[in-house]
T-cell receptor, first 111, second 115 residues
Framework: GIQVEQSPPDLILQEGANSTLRCNFS?????LQWFHQNPWGQLINLFY???GTKQNGRLSATTVATERYSLLYISSSQTTDSGVYFC?????????????FGKGTTLSVSS | DAGVTQSPTHLIKTRGQQVTLRCSPI?????VSWYQQVLGQGPQFIFQ???????GRGNFPDRFSARQFPNYSSELNVNALLLGDSALYLC??????????????FGEGSRLTVL
């Protein structure tokens, strides 16, 4: 099945710093989403981005489908950005049914 | 608009018992999926239902079953609970326009502890 690798696994930042999270995937995908999981466990949609670039406030994402990677940029980080960021893709032999999640990047932002 | 709602939010069971988790999708969404998330891992796909039919099943034993009702709400049942079933169970809904998951929206989850 399709493999999803996220890096780095852990990231510690001071408030105000910028960061880049990476997601590599092993096969062509129909769907790619970035999520933020808050401390209470809820997965918050950040971007639905199977290709191209999108921006939402301090966050932006780019997916280069032909090279099988996606990047999530966080600028001017705030303590509320802390949590786990997941990349998830749909494709391969699970196309049309399931999202396959990476193991996540745990971000800690201190003031 | 209401998001995806799940119940119960927390529950504790003992080994061998059975549990039923419930999910109501976003209004207008016809596809519901279930995921299991154990501590420290990303969510893993269990089932997808679209228009009341099972469209996909992950690598889970037959102790796990689900169904979708005419109003598109869904239940996940787990029989003969094992300690390893302790996890956060997440329900997601999507418009399912193409029958696939599309953009998924998740509920807050049901946290199951098996003792």
């Amino acid at each position: 099945g399709i493999q999803v690798e996220q890096s780095p696994p852990d990231l510690i930042l001071q408030e105000g710093a910028n960061s880049t999270l990476r997601c590599n995937f092993s096969d062509s995908v129909n769907n790619l989403q970035w999520f933020h999981q808050n401390p209470w466990g809820q997965l918050i949609n950040l971007f639905y981005i199977p290709s191209g670039t999108k921006q939402n406030g301090r966050l932006s994402a780019t997916t280069v489908a032909t090279e099988r990677y996606s990047l999530l940029y966080i600028s001017s980080s705030q303590t509320t950005d802390s949590g786990v960021y997941f990349c998830a893709v749909e494709g391969g032999d699970q196309a049309g049914t399931a999202l396959i999640f990476g193991k996540g990047t745990t971000l800690s932002v201190s003031s | 608009d209401a998001g995806v709602t799940q119940s119960p939010t927390h529950l504790i069971k003992t080994r061998g018992q059975q549990v039923t988790l419930r999910c109501s999708p976003i209004s207008g969404h016809k596809s519901v999926s279930w995921y299991q998330q154990v501590l420290g891992q990303g969510p893993q796909f269990i089932f997808q239902y679209y228009e009341k039919e099972e469209r996909g099943r992950g690598n889970f034993p037959d102790r796990f079953s689900a169904r979708q009702f005419p109003n598109y709400s869904s239940e996940l049942n787990v029989n003969a609970l094992l300690l390893g079933d302790s996890a956060l169970y997440l329900c997601a809904s999507s418009p399912g326009l193409a029958g696939g998951p599309g953009e998924l929206f998740f509920g807050e989850g049901s946290r199951l502890t098996v003792l």
